[in-house]
């Protein structure tokens, strides 16, 4: 096996190309971790939240079997995702209203409002047209098409346009409501997965470390009564 890929001849382009392959892998990775990280701590946190939720109910036996308490959490914990998304949604419908507020007051309702915040980053160009034949963007190793080199930024990005403020407001409020509203749902999951869980542990008669033996003090002034 060694011998064979030491006998693979690669080009510079190729091997450049590998190593973009490996770079973006590795990149990949890690934010995939980030993002595990990020839902292990909301997940760790939503179910404290779970228990308080539902810790007065199963103490004070308001709530006495699994089916109960189930029922009783998840009616909680819709109304914990009601009060969650009020919210977000405010953000989102404060979005709208500028949007149509500056529709009305300039007429232009065909402008594309997401367009006009994408000024504000880099663009790349991706179209392997644009490269020389030498230097090409994308090439082909082992039968896959990966990129042999960083793409070039178009020119003219970023860029603040005056005119298009209104649009900039719009989008960044719709980002941060669809980011609230996901995090929000996810933190309602996380709490129904608590809750399932906590219904078939609270209830539960276990065994475990029990011994009859050890439970019973026999004495002849207080004998064991006869069983049935």
């Known amino acids: 096996m060694i011998r064979v890929l030491a006998s693979i001849q690669l080009s510079e382009t190729d091997r450049k190309a590998l190593i973009i392959l490996l770079i973006l892998l590795v990149l990949l990775v890690l934010i995939i971790g980030l993002i595990g990280m990020a839902i292990n701590a909301t997940m760790k946190h939503q179910s404290k939240r779970a228990d308080s939720m539902m810790h007065d109910v199963a ?26 998304s009020i919210k977000p949604f405010l953000v989102a419908l404060l979005g709208l209203a500028i949007w149509i507020i500056y529709n009305i007051a300039t007429g232009n309702w065909g402008e594309n409002p997401w367009a006009h915040f994408g000024e504000l980053f880099f663009r790349f160009k991706f179209d392997n047209s644009e490269y020389p034949a030498t230097d090409p963007l994308w090439v082909k190793v ?68 029990f011994n009859a033996n050890a439970n019973v003090d026999v004495t002849p002034e207080a004998p064991i009564p006869p069983s049935d």
């Open 59 to 84: 103490v004070t036996h308001v709530v006495d079997n699994t089916r109960s308490f189930r029922r009783f959490g998840f009616k909680k914990n819709n109304r914990a995702l009601f009060r969650d």
């Open 142 to 209: 082992f039968g896959m098409t990966i990129l042999a080199r960083w793409p070039e930024a178009v020119e003219g990005y970023p860029r603040f346009e005056v005119a298009h403020i209104a649009s900039y407001i719009e989008v960044t409020l719709w980002i941060v409501a669809i980011a609230w509203y996901a995090y929000s749902c996810q933190a309602y999951i996380a709490r129904a997965m608590r809750i399932i869980r906590l219904s078939n542990t609270v209830y539960e008669k276990s065994l475990e470390g």
